[in-house]
């Protein structure tokens, strides 16, 4: 009889897992709750309701920026002729850049499109000789259009790098 009494009990104040308890408290808001995006820095000011979402914002688009500017340097340093010489001058390989297609090739690369060979340098050169002009030329060419790609890309670098500063990552 106790134990049918102390069931009954359970069942009628309530005890249960699946059924809500009738004397929940409501837990009190704090601050981790409210800053979820980054709203509150160190120190206790907060940037208003919105907290650091709106720099996070900020940098997407300054990010959609930098993106931008990287595809017109990219057009602009495809449109450039880099000559690379070798023979003292007597062999000239053009190359040209081609930026980085992502996501199928998502590495930039460099296009011999035009070789010039002096006449009278072609007349006189064994063909040994000729293959490793050729060779140097395409090299000098390619280490060419390298060092204009980097000097290009610099301002890029400088301006990912202020972002990356902001979230915490690499200094700038």
């Avoid at 004397?23 to 980054?38: H, K, M, V, W, Y």
């Avoid at 340093?77 to 007597?90: E, Q, S």
Wanted: net charge negative.
């Amino acid at each position: 009889m106790k134990f049918q009494t102390a069931i009954a009990l359970c069942f009628t104040s309530g005890v249960s897992a699946f059924a809500p308890s009738l004397n929940t408290r409501i837990a009190p808001t704090t601050s981790t709750s409210l800053d979820l995006f980054g709203g509150k820095k160190e120190g206790g000011d907060s940037k208003g309701p919105m907290g650091g979402m709106m720099d996070q914002l900020a940098m997407f688009k300054k990010a959609q920026e930098i993106a931008k500017k990287k595809q017109e340097l990219d057009k602009e340093i495809a449109a450039m002729d880099i000559i690379g010489k070798a023979a003292d001058g007597k062999i000239k390989v053009t190359v040209q850049y081609v930026p980085a297609q992502l996501p199928t090739n998502p590495s930039p690369g460099y296009d011999a499109v035009a070789i010039d060979i002096d006449e009278d340098y072609l007349k006189e050169v064994s063909s040994a000789d000729l293959s490793a002009a050729l060779v140097e030329a395409l090299r000098d060419g390619e280490t060419s259009a390298t060092k204009v790609v980097a000097e290009k890309y610099q301002t890029l670098d400088k301006e990912l790098g202020a972002i990356l500063g902001g979230m915490g990552g690499a200094p700038p």
